[in-house]
């Protein structure tokens, strides 16, 4: 084990490394979250009063992801069940979250009748949804029936942005137009959208990027990347806190790169394989007992600058 | 927590860069526990991969993220099966701007068929996993 390798992964200017967080883990047990605070990932416990301080003042949504309703392989007989049971967990939260983000594959193939028990089940929230959509949900008809659907009022392409909370969010489709052996994809129309679109904001404000697909060369033997995301990237660097939420590959990842935090998302439906192990990034079937503990919620709560971001699994 | 899980935590770590990858970032400790647990199902791959099923003639077989054979030669006139077997959903989708073929998002246990007409190298996609590729080379 080499201190080096791990702290690859953490900012500079004195964040712990990844050994020392995992050391720090290893003692703590079942309380320790995962933070992320203003671009830099920081663990904090829980019951210190650090975790119910984070959020004062500001605001908090949440983040879910890969619900896939319409599932229906040994990895998880019932996705509409574990999507309930993440909806639910949601509703227990001690801060009421302002608004839910979902980061795609909603359905698993954009079947009519599984938009609408993925809307129906959402409902029960009680949150605004914003959502974008994963490759799954566009496979027919290049997305409009997904869009036409869910993101009502959304332009052509089906990108959009808004700001809440202080924040600017920005929702990008990287799932359109996929090529043979390729990887995500956004396009120069999106790219100059997006440009125009941060175009005059402060550098101070907080960035949070959505988009389905990792916006990083994840593991590019599997499409887990984005083939423009440097094009798109170049845009948000300027900003002191950027944070970017990515789903697609059923667990959860991190990269921190200058100011700019990426992170993937646990699946409400089944969990896939580690890079590379394996043929393939299918369904992998897991105890039954275990499932829950696969599967997950992201809580992310803003303070000023700072995003906070904490991963709960269905399991505990 | 014992030492073990500890070494567990640090060597997917160490997997992990060596690939070229940011490392996994455990949510709880219970996560990074079950994904351990999980990483004995990952060994012999997902339970999907089992055996290998074999293609007929003029059908192509999707299984393990792959279409096989990759490259099929059939005489123009052919009828071209592909049947999914693979644990998650696929698509046949021709390459190009307006491909002369393309499936609807195939489940697990659904198949598509094309007829080929002319003689020529025909490559296809899955749009849902791009990185699965094949030819139909039509003689």
Not at chain 1, 117 to 136: C, N, S
Not at chain 1, 183 to 205: M, N, V
Not at chain 1, 231 to 246: C, E, I, M, P, Q
Request: charged share 15%; glycine share 12%.
């Amino acid at each position: 084990m080499d201190d080096t390798e791990f702290d690859r992964n953490s900012a500079p200017g004195g964040a712990p490394s990844r050994r020392k967080l995992l050391r720090c883990m290893a003692w703590a047990g079942a309380g320790t979250l995962w933070s992320v605070v203003g671009g830099v990932p920081t663990p904090f416990s829980l019951g210190t009063g650090e975790a119910q301080a984070a959020p004062a003042g500001g605001f908090a949504f949440v983040q879910i992801s890969d619900s896939h309703i319409g599932f229906h392989g040994d990895a998880n007989p019932d996705p509409n069940g574990t999507l309930t049971t993440a909806l639910q967990r949601i509703a227990t939260l001690p801060q009421k979250p302002a608004m839910i983000v979902h980061t795609g594959d909603v359905s698993h193939l954009a079947k009519p009748e599984q938009f609408d028990a993925a809307e129906q089940l959402m409902k029960t929230a009680k949150l605004p949804v914003h959502y974008i959509p994963g490759e799954h949900d566009t496979l027919v008809d290049d997305g409009k029936p997904f869009f036409a659907r869910f993101n009502p009022g959304v332009k052509t392409g089906g990108w959009y942005s808004f700001d809440q909370g202080g924040v600017h969010f920005v929702a990008l489709v990287n799932v359109v137009g996929l090529q043979a052996g390729g990887l995500g994809h956004l396009g120069d129309e999106q790219i100059e959208w997006l440009e125009h679109d941060l175009k005059g904001r402060s550098a101070s404000t907080p960035i949070v990027v959505m988009a389905h697909m990792p916006m990083w060369s994840l593991y590019p033997q599997w499409g887990w990347g984005t083939d423009d995301a440097d094009k798109a990237l170049a845009y948000v660097k300027r900003f002191g806190s950027v944070t970017v939420l990515n789903g697609h590959i059923h667990q959860v990842v991190q990269k921190v790169e200058g100011h700019v935090t990426f992170q993937t998302a646990l699946s409400t439906a089944y969990p896939q394989p580690t890079a590379g192990q394996g043929p393939g990034p299918g369904p992998l079937k897991v105890p039954t007992e275990k499932l829950a503990g696969m599967l997950g919620v992201r809580e992310v709560a803003v303070t000023g600058h700072a995003v906070h971001l904490a991963d709960t699994t269905l399991g505990t | 927590m014992s030492w073990n899980r500890h070494r567990l935590v640090g060597a997917a770590a160490i997997a992990a860069v060596a690939l070229g990858i940011a490392a996994p970032a455990p949510a709880r400790a219970e996560y990074a526990t079950h994904d351990m647990s999980g990483m004995d199902h990952m060994a012999p791959a997902p339970a999907t991969a089992a055996a290998t099923p074999v293609a007929g003639p003029n059908q192509v077989i999707i299984n393990n993220f792959a279409f096989g054979p990759t490259t099929l030669t059939v005489k123009a006139g052919t009828t071209v099966t592909w049947v999914n077997k693979d644990g998650d959903a696929h698509t046949v989708t021709g390459v190009g701007a307006k491909p002369l073929f393309g499936s609807q998002p195939l489940d697990t246990g659904d198949s598509f068929s094309f007829t080929f007409e002319k003689p020529g190298s025909y490559a296809y996609f899955c749009k849902i996993h791009p990185s699965m590729k094949g030819t139909v080379n039509v003689q």
